[in-house]
């Protein structure tokens, strides 16, 4: 793999491109689905939901140890075969690919209520795309500085919620543990699809500057995301009650209610401003992904398959007719995503320590290993 050191991710920028991929418009509605099955746990469940990224991190610092350089796509590849290898590739290129449409779909489903009812939704679509597809084509580097700043943005959105204790209620949190271990069980499968992204590390560790600290910044990237979505449901509960909030659409939004500032009438609007430029990142990070898989597989130039690409997202967010399909789909679609997810990266590390314990035993060493001997 040809890489300009200036174009190599610096641990900071990995970790929060990470945390950038997961993490989008479905904060708002994170917390209605949770309640719904582990109702005043919620909040324990989006903690426990943190297994499936941590379980992806994990399988990532074996194949990163062993193959530092060469990501999933050119591993399939190598295991499977070119034919079977692309075929599966582009299965787990699927991934990003709906992902890229549903956040899309959701994102203007939420402008359309909050914001901007005057436009059509169609002429949102082709803009957010648009800017995404441009942010995409600016390339890895570009992408891991603007998820960098927009961290830094979700954060302050996510505290700027802390105003909501002075209206909530403590009551509405209790008992804990009162719904019960397998209805907390049941809320975290729920919260493990919010996890979805995780998958990106696999493309991207390879272009580490510093591939000692990528495991540390996947780690860190998990723990940043687990924290802000054990507050955001913790807080929605605790502001608006577990009979509440699964009558609201996009609950968290209403926190954002709570907030009073003496100079700004409206702070809900800057609210959805603000966090309008969080979700533009997080489709341009699933672009990036589906050009990059493309480019791998294909060879063409990645700018111009962002191009290419542009018409067939937008198609894809079109066929949404309305948020309440959206879901309907997504809670349909999602858990295969993330099982097809869970199966390729396992079989592949699996097929890689095989092929390790047969090398061993010939005398022949791991890619790390050689270079350990160079040093």
Known sequence: MNKEKSNLLTPSEL???LVGIIIGIGIFSLPNAVVEKSKQDAWISAAIGAIYPLYLVLIASYICKKKPKDN??????QYFGKLLGNIFNIMFMIHFVFYAA???SNLVNVLQVYAVSFMQPEKLVFFIILISAYTASKGLKVLGKINLYTFYLTLFLVLSSINAFKDGS?????????SGVQNIFKGAKETTYSYGGMEFLFIIYAYA???KMVIPSAVKSVLWVMLIYVWVVFITIYYMGVDIVPKTFWSFITISESIQIPIINNFRFIFM???TSVAFKTIANDYFAISYILNDISGLDRKKLCIYIYPVIVYLTLRFPNEVVRRKFSSAVIPYIIIYAL??????????MIKNAKDADQGIGDETEKNDKKE
Do not use: E, H, R
Request: hydrophobic share 60%.
């Open 72 to 77: 999933i796509l050119l591993l399939s590849c």
């Open 15 to 17: 970790t929060y491109i």
């Open 343 to 352: 199966l390729y990266v396992t079989i592949i590390a699996l097929l890689m």
């Open 209 to 211: 500057k510093d591939k």
């Open 273 to 275: 401003a603000l966090w």
């Open 170 to 178: 403590i009551l509405n949190i209790q008992p804990v543990f009162g």
């Open 102 to 104: 549903s956040i899309t």
